[in-house]
Nanobody, 115 residues
Framework: QVQFVESGGGLVQPGGSLRLSCVAS????????MGWYRQAPGKQRELVAV???????NYADSVKGRFTISRDNAKNTDYLQMNSLKPEDTAVYYC?????????WGQGTQVTVSS
């Protein structure tokens, strides 16, 4: 059974950067479109970045120009480079295929942006 494991979160000051990683515990098809999602306290989970199997990307307006999604199919790993972080980026970040598969959700990684 596939499950995604996220890492790289932490506490960072506004304007700082973090790089998140997502590893699949099992083998997943390389043709999957992958996404990074986040859920802030009291809010619904939202999709923030998407990458197709051929590297095409798309971003939510709130992170466009600041976040970069990438993938390494050989390593079954996806990344989210987050720059110019803002307090409103504070959330638990998850990765999953897009559209998401319920059974694939991992524990997420907490990102807190605060001075």
């Amino acid at each position: 059974q596939v499950q995604f494991v996220e890492s790289g979160g932490g506490l960072v000051q506004p304007g700082g950067s973090l790089r998140l990683s997502c590893v699949a515990s099992g083998s997943i098809p390389s043709f999957y479109t992958m996404g990074w999602y986040r859920q802030a306290p009291g809010k619904q989970r939202e999709l923030v970045a998407v990458i197709t199997n051929n590297g095409r990307t798309n971003y939510a307006d709130s992170v466009k120009g600041r976040f970069t999604i990438s993938r390494d199919n050989a390593k079954n790993t996806d990344y989210l480079q987050m720059n110019s972080l803002k307090p409103e980026d504070t959330a638990v970040y998850y990765c999953n295929k897009q559209p998401p598969a319920y059974d694939y959700w991992g524990q997420g990684t907490q990102v807190t942006v605060s001075s």
